[in-house]
C-alpha cells in the first residue's frame, strides 16, 4: 500500500499530490505516518482492549459458551459440596417419583381399599429411592438401593413432595445458591439453614414455572396398581438452603436447596 | 383450621424461629437435631427466641399434632406424645438430659383412624 501511494505520488497522482510540493520529504514523512498507523489500533486504545498477537475479540457466542462453561463449572462444584444438585437439579421426573415410594400396603374394608395417612392427610409411603443414588439407583440391590445415598446407614426420607428445578435451570440454581450463601451469619454455629423466596434471588415475579415436583394423590393413591401422581403447584413456594462447615477445613458447603411447596395448594 | 398458631413467641417476627421448627425439626432433619445443641445454648438473638417459643409450647400446647405435622411432615399421631417429644427435647438442650429424644419413625403403623 505505502509503496502503491509512493509510486502515486510520484506520479503526481492528483488526488494526493494535489496542492503538496511533492518532495523526497514528504514522500518519506507519509510513508513514516502510514507505518506507524498500522501499528497503533487507535479504537482498541481507546477501549482500553489490548489484543496480543493471534488473539480474537470473542464474538457473542463465544461469550454465551463461556457463560455456560462457568455455570456448569459452578454447579459441578456445588454437587461436590452436597446433593443439592444430584437429588433437586439432576433428577429425572421418573426419579423425582421414585424418591416417594410406593404407598404402604393397604388394607380391604368393605370391598374398598384403605391407605395409611400420615398426619397431615398425604398417603404413607415405604421403598423411597434417593436421587442422589443416580440414574441407576433403581438398580441397586436391595435394602441398599432405599438407603441414604450419602448415608447408607439410613433409610432414605422423603416428605409429602418430591421437588426439584426444572431441567436446564442451572443458572437459576446457580443465582439462587448464590444468593443464599450472601444471607448466612458466619458467626453462626453450625450454619443456619436460609429459606427465602425466589424473587429475593431473581428479581420479582411468579418464579414457579422454575420447579417441578410431584405428590401422590391423597383422594385416590393407586387405580389399577398404578401410582396416582400429581404435579406440584409452586406458588407462594420458598426455596431452602441448608449449609454446613467442612470440619477440616472451615469452607462452607451447600448441603441442599430445594424448593418447599406450600400445602395448601397442593391437596 | 390448620394454620400453626401464630400466637407462638417470635414466630412471626423472627424467620429462624420458623426455620428451626419447620426444617430443623421437620421430616429431613430431625434426627440431627442434636447438631443444635451448642447453639440453642447460646446467646444469639435466635437462640433465645427458639428457647422462648419452646418453652411457651410447653405451657400452653397451642398447636395440635396434626398442625405439627403439617408444619414439620413429622406425624406425632397425638398431642401429648408431641408434647412429650418438645419435652425431652426442652431437657435436652437447656437441661441435663443427655441424649436427643427419639422422632416418631415415618414408616411406623399409623393409629386406627389415619386408615381411610
Known amino acids: 500500500m505505502v509503496h502503491d501511494m509512493g509510486k502515486a505520488m510520484a506520479k503526481g497522482h492528483r488526488s494526493i499530490g494535489h496542492g503538496l510540493e511533492v518532495t523526497r520529504k514528504n514522500l518519506n514523512e507519509a510513508e513514516e505516518n502510514i507505518r506507524r498507523g498500522l501499528h497503533t489500533d487507535h479504537r482498541a486504545a481507546e477501549d482500553g482492549i489490548h489484543l496480543k498477537p493471534g488473539q480474537n475479540v470473542l464474538k457473542k457466542e463465544d461469550l454465551e459458551d463461556e457463560y455456560r462453561d462457568a455455570v456448569s463449572t459452578r454447579i459441578d462444584g456445588l454437587r461436590q459440596e452436597g446433593h443439592g444438585p444430584q437429588r433437586h437439579l439432576d433428577p429425572t421426573d421418573q426419579m423425582l417419583k421414585d424418591r416417594l415410594g410406593v404407598p404402604t400396603p393397604p ?25 442422589a443414588h443416580g440414574p441407576h439407583g433403581k438398580q441397586l440391590p436391595e435394602p441398599d438401593r432405599y438407603m441414604d445415598a450419602e448415608d447408607p446407614t439410613r433409610r432414605h426420607k422423603c416428605g409429602a413432595f418430591s421437588t426439584a428445578f426444572k431441567p ?15 444471607q448466612l451469619d458466619l458467626s453462626e454455629d453450625p450454619l443456619r439453614p436460609v429459606r427465602f423466596p425466589p424473587g429475593k434471588a431473581w428479581g420479582p415475579g411468579d418464579h414457579s414455572e422454575r420447579f417441578r415436583g410431584f405428590y401422590i394423590d391423597p383422594e385416590r393413591p393407586v387405580t389399577h396398581g398404578n401410582i396416582n401422581y400429581k404435579p406440584v403447584d409452586f406458588q407462594g413456594a420458598d426455596l431452602i438452603a441448608v449449609y454446613r462447615r467442612d470440619e477440616r477445613t472451615g469452607d462452607v458447603r451447600l ?13 | 383450621m390448620m394454620e400453626f398458631p401464630q400466637s407462638i413467641p417470635h414466630f412471626s417476627d423472627d424467620r429462624e424461629v420458623e426455620t428451626f421448627f419447620r426444617t430443623m ?26 428457647r422462648e417459643a419452646l418453652e411457651y409450647l410447653l405451657r400452653e400446647r397451642p398447636a395440635t399434632s396434626t398442625q405439627w405435622a403439617r408444619l414439620t411432615e413429622v406425624s406425632f399421631w397425638e398431642d401429648d406424645r408431641l408434647y412429650g417429644y418438645l419435652q425431652k427435647l426442652y431437657d435436652y438442650f437447656y437441661g441435663d438430659r443427655a441424649d436427643p429424644p427419639v422422632p416418631p419413625d415415618p414408616e411406623e403403623i399409623p393409629p386406627e383412624k389415619y386408615w381411610h
Open chain 1, 107 to 131: 388394607r380391604m374394608v368393605d370391598n374398598q381399599l384403605e391407605y395409611h395417612r400420615m398426619e397431615h392427610g398425604y398417603v404413607q409411603t415405604e421403598r423411597k429411592i434417593d436421587p
Open chain 2, 25 to 50: 425439626l421437620g421430616l429431613e432433619y430431625i434426627d440431627d437435631v442434636h447438631l443444635h445443641r451448642e447453639w440453642a445454648r447460646g446467646k444469639k438473638p435466635s437462640a433465645r427466641h427458639v
Open chain 1, 255 to 267: 448441603v441442599t436447596m430445594y424448593p418447599e411447596p406450600v400445602k395448601e395448594r397442593n391437596k
Open chain 1, 168 to 182: 436446564g435451570e442451572d443458572e437459576a440454581f446457580m443465582h439462587a445458591e448464590r444468593y443464599a450463601r450472601q
